[in-house]
């Protein structure tokens, strides 16, 4: 299928600016997001697409930011092409651990290698927080635990958490795309124990989890860790990520209100990947 990209240059240029954009394009039918330092770039069927989109009243009379439009049109044949070229370079973590496209070659050797299909779904290794994540997984033990993947995107951690030792995966995405490539994923990395469902923390409350990870946002992690505190065992850690440094004592402080202790942060270009026990 031949996809349509607006390159969207929100000003001011925020986190909550470019959130807002993404949910009011998403209302319109872009189907897939990616980010650049300066832009958010949305992909839709070139079938759906119609400038008129662009002149929309959400877009245009927004109070809170202004926003030029750039477009391109992406030809039907290569999307592999497109991330490889564009998005999607094979990464090594820690000098252990390896993601790749099944599209690259001649990649070096590694302790774990993960074969990632991104298809547009959150996480190849390349944006800082789940850079952060894996960072944290390699330096956990998860010999025979339970963990809860939430907000999956590509199932990469879940996979790495399953290849190091976890006894069962539970991986969750609000996100139906995501869903299906957590899935795929899962298979093309032979991995066996992960339980993968679409949804929220909606889904949440029959099991418990030694570990869980979250790497979704601000907003989401303050409004669901409640919950995901409620499903942790005693002794259980939790790694979240997907915010700013700003963001930290607010995250901090629904922890702590929530039961759990905090237990050290890394940071990579102001993103956060924060631990806390219960
Ligand atoms: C930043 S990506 C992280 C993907 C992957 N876990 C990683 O670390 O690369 C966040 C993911 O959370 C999903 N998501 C957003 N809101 C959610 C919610 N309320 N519950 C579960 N998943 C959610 C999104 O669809 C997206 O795939």
């Known amino acids: 299928m031949e996809y349509t990209k607006v390159s969207c240059f929100p000003e001011p240029d925020s986190e909550t600016n470019r959130e807002i954009l993404t949910a009011q394009l998403g209302e319109l039918g872009f189907e897939s997001f990616s980010e650049t330092d300066d832009a958010v770039e949305a992909f839709i069927p070139s079938s759906a697409y119609r400038e008129e989109l662009l002149h929309d009243e959400s877009l245009v009379n927004n109070p809170l930011f202004k926003v030029r439009f750039q477009t391109e049109i992406i030809p039907d044949q290569n999307w592999n092409e497109v991330w490889e070229k564009n998005y999607f370079q094979p990464l090594l973590v820690e000098n252990r651990c390896l993601i790749r496209a099944p599209f690259h070659k001649d990649t070096p050797k590694a302790e774990y290698e993960i074969v990632i299909d991104p298809r547009m779904a959150f996480g190849t290794g390349n944006h800082e927080t789940t850079y952060l994540m894996i960072s944290a997984i390699l330096q956990q033990d998860l010999q025979g635990k339970q963990v809860l993947d939430m907000g999956c995107g590509t199932g990469i951690l879940g ?106 942060y890394e940071e990579r270009n102001n993103w956060v990947a924060a631990r806390f026990i219960r």
Request: a negative charge; glycine letters at 6%; charged letters at 25%.
């Open 159 to 264: 996979i790495l958490a399953s290849m190091r030792g976890a006894d069962m995966v539970k991986a969750i995405d609000i996100d139906e795309w995501s869903y299906k490539n957590t899935l795929e994923n899962a298979e093309i990395n032979n991995v066996t124990n992960i339980d993968v469902a679409q949804g929220d923390a909606g889904l949440l409350g029959k099991e418990k989890f030694d570990v869980i990870y979250a790497n979704i946002q601000r907003n989401i992690l303050l409004q669901d860790l409640p919950v995901y505190a409620s499903v942790m065992c005693k002794d259980a850690e939790i790694i979240v990520s997907g915010f700013y440094r700003e963001d930290l004592p607010a995250i901090s402080a629904k922890a702590e209100e929530v039961g759990l202790k905090p237990a050290g």
